[in-house]
């Protein structure tokens, strides 16, 4: 997540279509009892939607039970045939990899991948959880970070200018943060980033192009809050490089999207969405 992507950061300003700038969003149920920003009473649906919803229900697990249960021989949908008359077993590119996760790290940064495009994708995962992590909005947080999953060179280069972003009192006021970047009393500040998929769209012996496309959670999550968390999708190009022994980010690029359709879910109240935070861990990440 770039710092231009947040709500209220710049001008801050919406789009006609309620957007922040004039991008569409992944709806929220917003609460309906005033002075819960996170709560608030579900409405009744409709007869018709509710059965609708069951008899959908009922058709996924018919589904799901005649898949489990399906015998036989189906090879012709996990192999072809290969050139010699032999089988060769396809694998999906959304497949997970098999390979074991990365086990060294580098200031709790996953560190030391391998040398190929599935340990590329690994970092570039891994690395886009740290960049969007709460970490960032501390100084010295932030020059580990930038310090580990940069190339040494990029990293030099740019310390200063994310120094400058991540400090500038206007951004840290929009957001809901006090002046040295930390949440007001009795809230909790929340940047996470969960990966959905990577994707390889180049690669030589030493670099790698690597999409990753994923929801963030950005916000402070309390009482009183006036920036609630709330997600929003992204995918994050980056350019990664071999450089002693591991995967470095020589420069990257973001756009929006692709956004699903947002169920119609009533928002978390703010205790609940802060204990969530506190309490649900992290991963380390291996395509």
Do not use: C
Request: aromatic share 8%; net charge neutral; hydrophobic share 30%.
């Amino acid at each position: 997540m770039s710092l231009g992507d947040e709500p209220g950061y710049g001008d801050g300003s919406r789009g006609d279509d309620g957007g922040y700038g004039g991008t569409g969003q992944t709806r929220t149920r917003l609460p309906d009892r005033p002075g819960d920003v996170y709560g608030g009473a579900r409405r009744g649906r409709s007869s018709s939607r509710s059965l609708v919803t069951v008899v959908g229900v009922v058709v996924l697990l018919i589904a799901a039970i005649a898949f489990a249960n399906r015998g036989g021989d189906d090879s012709s949908s996990s192999s072809g045939t290969g050139n010699g008359g032999g089988t060769a077993t396809r694998t999906s590119p959304t497949a997970p990899s098999g390979q074991r996760p990365v086990d060294t790290n580098t200031g709790g940064i996953p560190t030391g991948y391998r040398h190929d495009v599935q340990g590329a994708q690994s970092a570039a995962t891994n690395y886009g959880v740290a960049l969007g992590s709460t970490g960032m909005f501390d100084t010295n947080q932030r020059h580990a970070i930038v310090n580990t999953v940069y190339a040494p060179e990029v990293a030099a280069a740019r310390q200063s200018d994310l120094d400058s972003a991540y400090s500038s009192e206007k951004f840290l006021t929009n957001i809901g943060l006090t002046k040295d970047g930390r949440a007001p009393a009795g809230q909790t500040f929340v940047s996470r980033i969960i990966p959905v998929g990577t994707k390889v769209t180049s690669s030589s012996t030493d670099s790698a192009t690597v999409e990753l496309w994923y929801t963030s959670l950005f916000g402070l999550s309390g009482n009183g809050s006036t920036n609630p968390v709330s997600e929003s999708w992204f995918t994050t190009t980056y350019q990664l490089k071999w450089i002693s022994g591991d995967w470095k980010v020589a420069d990257f690029s973001q756009k929006d999207g692709p956004v699903p359709v947002g169920r119609d879910q009533k928002a978390s109240t703010a205790d609940d969405m802060t204990k969530a935070v506190e309490e649900y861990g992290g991963f380390t990440y291996a395509r």
